[in-house]
């Protein structure tokens, strides 16, 4: 009752094979989620433009331009200062809720040899912003936790942007992975309890599932 269902592994292997998956593994181009069916693309590089998320071939627009999740983020070889850019695009499972929003993770050692860690909010659905405390406005929720149903009546089908990262400091080695989360659903307890018509349900009774991917690495 403590745990959430277990989830899925995603592989992205240029063609469906045993030799082409095991060589995704290796190059970590890989992505979890909770369960949901998800589809979560992730580049970084140092030129990406922001119309890049909005066009019809992101993919290759990605690998042409910089390195995939799982990769290793090159300095940047031209003149003067530039932080990283990076392309990030999620789709919802096609049978489950809609997207809430797509979040970056940094991590960095500061020069004192600690690591630390910032959550962003890069893109979300609705019209929402945020607000002067630095959060995200929250998506809300359609849960109703006695039928245990919910509807997509919030939240968006796709999330694509490009993000720069407006505090790097080029010589402190970060990594940077991608989260994305769906809208509030009945958690799997609840669903049971609906149905066998149990009035005591576990806490929590609503989730929020959700996608990760591998990182995307940079040393100086």
Do not use: C
């Amino acid at each position: 009752l403590r745990f959430s269902a277990a989830g899925y592994a995603a592989v992205w292997a240029r063609e469906n094979t045993r030799e082409a998956i095991f060589s995704a593994m290796k190059r970590r181009e890989v992505y979890a989620t909770t369960g949901p069916r998800m589809t979560l693309r992730f580049f970084g590089g140092w030129n990406f433009e922001s119309d890049d998320a909005l066009g019809p071939h992101l993919s290759e627009t990605g690998y042409r331009g910089g390195v995939p999740m799982g990769g290793d983020l090159a300095s940047y070889s031209g003149k003067g200062k530039k932080a990283p850019t990076f392309l990030l695009h999620a789709v919802k499972d096609p049978q489950g809720a809609n997207l809430d929003r797509i979040q970056v993770v940094k991590g960095w050692r500061d020069s004192k040899g600690n690591v630390n860690e910032k959550v962003y909010d890069v893109a979300w659905s609705d019209d929402r912003s945020i607000g002067n405390d630095g959060k995200l406005q929250a998506v809300g929720s359609t849960v109703d936790v006695e039928s245990a149903t919910y509807l997509n009546s919030i939240g968006s089908h796709s999330l694509s942007t490009t993000w720069t990262d407006s505090d790097f400091n080029r010589k402190q080695a970060a990594f940077y992975y991608v989260r994305v989360l769906q809208i509030p659903t009945p958690r799997w307890q609840t669903y049971q309890t609906s149905f066998y018509g149990i009035k005591e349900r576990p806490e929590p009774a609503v989730i929020q599932e959700r996608a990760y991917s591998s990182p995307i690495w940079y040393t100086p």
